[in-house]
């Protein structure tokens, strides 16, 4: 069954697009890296500069210790950064983006509500969809079948609300980069090429979840029958 080749095929275009989705984040996130903003504003500088613009005074900052690990934490509001100190373009965009889901949270964008109260539901569903999905196929019961398809949904739901949450956030950057004057025209088109790339992977992760869901249902039904 797990090597049921006709099913692991319909797999494969959104295992191409991740590939080349992390490649593309990779490969433009160090090329941009490596070039310096002209003003030489630091990431953390440019996140609190953003951040102040939008009246949003209480996230605080830290540093976390890996390469593109830059997030927004809404339980703690802290922002954390993996190069807070760095005049990159592209720790300078990252830091945009992770300001742009902080003001999210300040101002109660309700994807990003709705995403937070999905956390749990996709983490829980995500680890026991799979399991029980396979026991109920092993042991004809269909019903542990479907209630693995309906927990597996959840976690596919989690990956698609994920998208206009980012996509925004990226856009609240592009948009306070532009005003802020931080970056001139050409470093802003490098921030989008970055930002763009990371939107990539997002995308490249609902496809995947979608059509696993989509795999999970032909075999719910080839067993049916
Ligand atoms: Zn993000």
Redesign the pocket.
């Known amino acids: 069954m797990m090597f049921d080749y006709t099913s692991l095929l319909i797999l494969l275009p959104a295992l191409a697009l991740a590939a080349y989705a992390q490649w593309k984040v990779q490969s433009t996130y160090s090329r941009y890296a490596a070039v310096d903003v002209a003003r030489r504003t630091t990431a953390e500088e440019v996140a609190r500069r953003i951040l102040n613009a939008e009246y949003v005074q209480d996230v605080s900052f830290e540093s976390v210790d890996r390469k593109l690990g830059?997030?927004?934490d809404p339980r703690k509001k802290v922002l954390r950064l993996s190069a807070p100190q760095s005049s990159s373009v592209a720790a300078i965009g990252v830091a945009a983006?992770?300001a742009?889901?902080a003001i999210q949270h300040a101002k109660k964008y309700a994807p990003l509500a709705l995403r937070s109260v999905l956390v749990p539901v996709a983490n829980f569903g995500s680890q026991l969809a799979m399991p029980l999905f396979l026991v109920g196929l092993f042991t004809q019961l269909p019903i542990l079948m479907t209630v693995g398809i309906v927990l597996f949904s959840a976690a596919v739901l989690f990956t698609l609300v994920?998208l206009p949450?980012?996509f925004n956030?990226?856009r609240r950057a592009v948009r306070a980069l532009e005003l802020s004057g931080v970056v001139t025209t050409e470093e802003l088109g490098a921030v989008k090429q970055v930002l763009s790339a990371?939107a990539l992977t997002?995308v490249a992760a609902a496809a995947m979840a979608a059509l696993q869901l989509v795999r999970l249902l032909l075999l719910a039904n080839s067993r049916r029958r």
């Open positions: 830059d997030h927004y983006h992770e742009g889901h994920t949450v980012e956030a990226s990371a997002y």
